[in-house]
């Protein structure tokens, strides 16, 4: 079987411009739903996520991420004011 090509073929600016048409009413759909959702949804959805992230384990990552995030905001802080 030949190797596929799968290097990036150039568009027109014809073919560029309808692809950011397509994008635009793409983007503009998924913002109409996300306004009509209701809050009760996304909390849900939020819930969800977190849930999911609890049962594969990401949430000790996510704790030490934090710890990292908080720390250099804490740098930042005493470089820019000269507080801790």
């Known amino acids: 079987m030949p190797a596929m090509d799968t290097s990036p073929q150039p568009i027109s600016p014809q073919a560029a411009a ?6 635009a009413i ?8 996300l306004r009509a959702t209701s809050m009760e949804t996304k909390l849900h959805q ?22 990292m ?3 250099r905001w804490m740098a930042l802080r005493r470089a820019i004011l000269g507080k801790a």
């Open 18 to 23: 309808r692809y950011r048409e397509r994008w």
């Open 26 to 33: 793409t983007r503009e759909r998924l913002n109409e739903e």
């Open 46 to 67: 939020l819930a969800t996520l977190m849930q999911s992230a609890r049962e594969m384990g990401w949430s000790q990552s996510l704790d030490d991420e934090d710890d």
């Open 69 to 71: 995030v908080r720390a």
